[in-house]
């Protein structure tokens, strides 16, 4: 908790296709920072793929791959901008590590902004089942509430990235 705010890297949790991955990597290059996705980092780890490690090892041990990922990746001490995987924020002690050494940013958007961004649901077991709609409004009543913890919540903008990298740098500030 005593880490200067300018020396904490930002991490960046939200949903399935609010905008993680393209607004961290456009964010860590306007900061001059690394930037670091999550779910590659687990899958260079695993030597698998997402829908693979979920396929032959099932979610629990994923979310444990993604727990112990997070955390070495936190404890670098390397300031970073960091996308986590929609799920990593609801884990308590992930939420901990986040705070010991981050900013956490909650990208929020609305259900229909995240329908049309992950319409290519190849990548993601959790919208592979039943209606991605109906998953997604689910997943919105349960983690919503827990994204709200985050330090700072920016909305996801359907427009340009980078108007959406101004509002973080904006909320950074
Ligand atoms: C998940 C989100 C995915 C990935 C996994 C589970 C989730 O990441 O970690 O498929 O539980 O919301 P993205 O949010 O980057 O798609």
């Given amino acids: 908790q005593d880490l200067d ?3 904490r890297s930002i991490v960046l949790v939200g949903l399935m296709g609010a905008g993680k991955s393209c607004i961290g990597r456009k964010l860590a290059q306007r900061l001059g920072l690394r ?18 490690i979920f396929e032959r ?6 979310r444990d791959g993604e727990r112990r990922v997070i955390a070495r990746l936190l ?16 884990d308590a002690g992930t ?7 981050g900013v956490s940013v909650w990208l929020r958007a609305d259900l229909e902004l995240l329908l049309r961004r992950t319409s290519r649901r190849s990548k ?12 997604l409004s ?7 509430p827990v994204y709200a913890e985050a330090d700072i919540t920016v909305d996801s903008v359907d427009g340009p990235p980078d108007e959406t990298v101004d509002r973080v740098l904006e909320a950074l500030k």
């Fill in 35 to 52: 930037f670091v996705d999550a779910d590659s980092e687990i899958e260079a780890a695993a030597g698998c793929s997402i829908p693979e």
């Fill in 5 to 7: 705010p300018a020396e």
């Fill in 95 to 101: 939420r901990r590590a986040i705070a010991g050494t």
């Fill in 75 to 90: 404890e670098s001490h390397d300031r970073q901008v960091l996308a986590t995987g929609g799920g990593a924020f609801m």
């Fill in 57 to 62: 090892h099932g979610e629990a041990a994923f």
């Fill in 124 to 135: 993601r077991p959790l919208l592979r089942r039943g209606n991605p709609r109906e998953t």
């Fill in 138 to 144: 689910r997943l919105i009543g349960e983690r919503y």
